[in-house]
């Protein structure tokens, strides 16, 4: 296939420009993303005083039982969570009269605004991967990211048709720097491309998901929408009060009766994670299971009468409608819940190389622009050059800061929810600011070092804090402990290897490079 010059120069335009404009929102969600595959081994990591789960139905049959006697308000509607599910004890959770979430367990059922048990660490990523960091508003920001993305990976793609069956392999190391950066950025981006456009797809849909809701509600669903939300996306149906008090069955009948339903629709593997309780006390009660389905393309759910243990609902994979299977397949392709470990280690380096994409988009866009006659560069080079090491670099540091702090503060006694906060996005800004004022090869090299450095002090961290040092968890058989302090120290070498090729790079580079020892 053969484009015409003026096609091709516009669809490389268009990927340029995009691909700048999003590419940094893009490098932060890539690179937390990544993390957030392993968000149940983080929390582990994070929360490593918490014991094995030793937990039976028993004791959340005894959690819920507590928390609708002592909060009335929890009978019209509550959530619980089952021993082992993310959390090692059961967990109830509800609203009080002003709408405040409330969280129980088997040691305090009065009920908190903290989650118990629960490490924040995991979350704070999360957040940089789905709203960059950024309260209300980011989540749409990465939403609108996320279509921009879907345009540069078409326009790319184009520009590389072509030549595609050339190009697709061709890695020419040598003194050709842009050559090999460009090489190896088409690489990875044509061999990865179908899970990017899975990316961009389930990532605009999830983040703007209520945005399209709020905007089609007038002007196609006569305002109907937002009140019939609810039945399309909940398995239980919506059922008014009786009026008529019936107790409830017990929770152990719940948990095997949507066992046997899974059974029966062919999900051997089904396991219940949480409830849902509405109308708790009345002859109406509905109670809602959700489980996982790790052979599955997402979980699913079984809806019973509360009383009875009738089945009202079911959405299990195979049998779902198409609004749960559309809702269940994009959460889960997006965030690698189906598969096993497998396809959660493919998807961390799915997630690390298209943070290379981004990176090494930007540098090529710099080296490009490059005026090989002229000693100093131009104004855009360098503050581009300058925003990529301290945003994107910068992000490295501020995710190892936040991985040792959650180690070091409890140790200090500190708040640790706000301590992890304050040190991932200070140490953030410290780096863009310290990008901003250096060179950019030297703010490169100095941050890379920074990087490989606080990386390396993680499983320091964790095994001062705890006592469970890489070789002691090896041992044990804690794979998921291992495999995070493990990984640490391959991240630091990492990190440290590439600040080395940065200051190779300085050295040898022509001097007027923006990377050259000898730039302004």
């Known amino acids: 296939m053969k484009l015409k010059p003026a096609t091709l120069r516009t669809f490389t335009n268009l990927h340029s420009w995009i691909g700048l404009v999003a590419g940094f929102a893009l490098f932060v969600a890539f ?14 990591w994070a929360n490593p005083h918490a014991m094995p789960s030793t937990a039976t139905l028993a004791d959340a049959q005894q959690l819920l039982d507590e928390v609708l006697a002592q ?44 989650e118990p048990g629960v490490a924040p660490l995991p979350e704070l990523i999360n957040e940089l991967h789905y709203a960059l960091g950024i309260p209300q508003v980011g989540i749409w920001l990465m939403g609108v990211v996320s279509l921009l993305y879907g345009v540069a990976l078409v ?18 190391p040598g003194r050709n720097l842009k050559r090999f950066w460009q090489d190896t950025h088409n690489v990875i981006g044509v061999l990865s491309l179908p899970f990017h456009v899975m990316f961009a797809v389930t990532g605009a849909a999830l983040c703007l998901l209520l945005v399209a809701m709020l905007a089609l509600n007038p002007l196609v669903y006569e305002g109907k929408l937002m009140a019939a939300s609810a039945a399309a996306m909940n398995t239980a ?13 017990p929770l152990a009948a719940w948990h095997a009766r949507a066992i046997a339903v899974a059974h029966e629709h062919g999900d051997t593997a089904f396991q219940p994670g949480y409830l849902k309780l509405a109308h708790a006390g009345d ?46 397949g994009a959460y889960a392709l997006h965030f690698a819940d189906y598969g096993g470990i497998a396809v959660r280690w493919l998807y961390f380096l799915l997630g690390l190389g298209g943070a290379f994409l981004f990176y090494s988009g930007n540098l090529l ?11 100093e560069q131009g104004r855009a080079q360098l503050g581009m050059a300058r925003a990529t090491v301290g945003i994107c670099i910068g992000v490295c540091v501020a995710i190892s800061a936040a991985f040792v702090a959650a180690q070091v503060l409890p140790m200090l006694g500190w708040d640790v929810a706000a301590g992890q906060r304050w040190v991932c996005f200070s140490s953030w800004a410290l780096c863009a600011l310290w990008a901003a004022r250096r060179a950019p090869v030297k703010a490169a090299r100095e941050l890379l070092w920074l990087a490989a450095i606080v990386t390396a002090l993680v499983p320091l961290a964790h095994g001062m ?36 090729a940065v200051a190779r790079r300085a050295r040898r580079d022509q001097p007027n490079s923006v990377w050259a020892s000898t730039a302004a």
């Open 465 to 500: 804090a705890t006592g469970w040092w890489l070789w002691r968890s090896a041992a044990a058989g804690q794979g998921a402990l291992f495999a995070i302090d493990a990984g640490a120290l391959a991240m630091a070498f990492a990190f440290a290897s590439l600040a080395r």
């Open 237 to 249: 149906p919506t059922v008014p009060k009786a009026g008529t008090a019936a107790p409830l069955a």
């Open 31 to 44: 690179y937390a993303g990544a993390i957030t595959v392993f968000q149940p081994d983080v929390q582990r």
């Open 365 to 375: 866009w710099i080296e490009s622009r490059r005026k090989r006659r002229q000693a």
């Open 155 to 172: 326009s790319g793609f184009v520009i590389h048709l072509p030549r595609l069956a050339k190009d697709l392999f061709a890695l020419r």
């Open 283 to 328: 002859a109406h009660a509905v109670v809602e299971i959700t489980g996982s389905s790790p052979h599955a393309l997402g979980g699913g759910s079984v809806a019973l009468d509360a009383v009875s243990g009738a089945v009202l609902a079911t959405q299990l994979p195979g049998s779902r409608d198409a609004n749960h299977a559309i809702l269940a």
């Open 71 to 114: 909060h009335p308000e929890a009978r019209d509607h509550v959530g619980m969570t089952f021993p082992g599910y993310e959390l090692a004890q059961p967990m109830a959770y509800w609203q009080d009269s002003d709408g405040t979430w409330l969280f129980a367990s088997p040691d305090n059922t009065a009920g908190s605004t903290a």
